[in-house]
Nanobody
Framework: QVQLVESGGGLVQPGGSLRLSCAAS????????MGWYRQAPGKERELVAA???????NYLDSVKGRFTISRDNAKNTVYLQMNSLKPEDTAVYYC????????????????WGQGTQVTVSS
C-alpha cells in the first residue's frame, strides 16, 4: 500500500507564507510526477503546481512568482513553498503523485493525499 501524508497547512495573514509537505510511503518503486491541487468551497479542484521526475515545473498562472514546488527524491517528498499569500489562495490543498509501486509485480497508479486546509485571512 502507498500513502501520501500532507502537513503544513494552517491560518496565515495576507502577505504571509506557508510551506506544505507531502511524504509518500509504502511499497514505492519510483515516483514520476508529483503535484499540488487545491479546491475552494463551491469551486472545482485545480492544479496549482506540478514537478516531473526530472524536476521540470509548471504553475497555475495566479501563483507564478509566489509559489515554488520542489521535491526530495531521497525522501519521496514534495514541497510547496507559498509566499505572498492572498485570501483567494484559501482552499484545501491536495498532494498528488503518479508512481510505480510493487507487490508481486510492478504497477502504475495515481494517489491523493487527504488534504490540508490553508486559510488566508486577517
Amino acid at each position: 500500500q502507498v500513502q501520501l501524508v500532507e502537513s503544513g497547512g494552517g491560518l496565515v495573514q495576507p502577505g504571509g507564507s506557508l510551506r506544505l509537505s507531502c511524504a509518500a510511503s509504502g511499497s514505492i518503486f519510483r515516483i514520476n510526477a508529483m503535484g499540488w491541487y487545491r479546491q475552494a468551497p463551491g469551486k472545482e479542484r485545480e492544479l496549482v503546481a506540478a514537478i516531473s521526475s526530472g524536476s521540470r515545473t509548471n504553475y497555475l498562472d495566479s501563483v507564478k512568482g509566489r509559489f515554488t514546488i520542489s521535491r526530495d527524491n531521497a525522501k519521496n517528498t514534495v514541497y510547496l513553498q507559498m509566499n505572498s499569500l492572498k485570501p483567494e489562495d484559501t482552499a484545501v490543498y491536495y498532494c498528488n503523485a503518479d508512481l510505480i509501486g510493487y507487490s508481486t509485480q510492478l504497477y502504475s497508479n495515481n494517489y491523493w493525499g487527504q488534504g490540508t486546509q490553508v486559510t488566508v485571512s486577517s
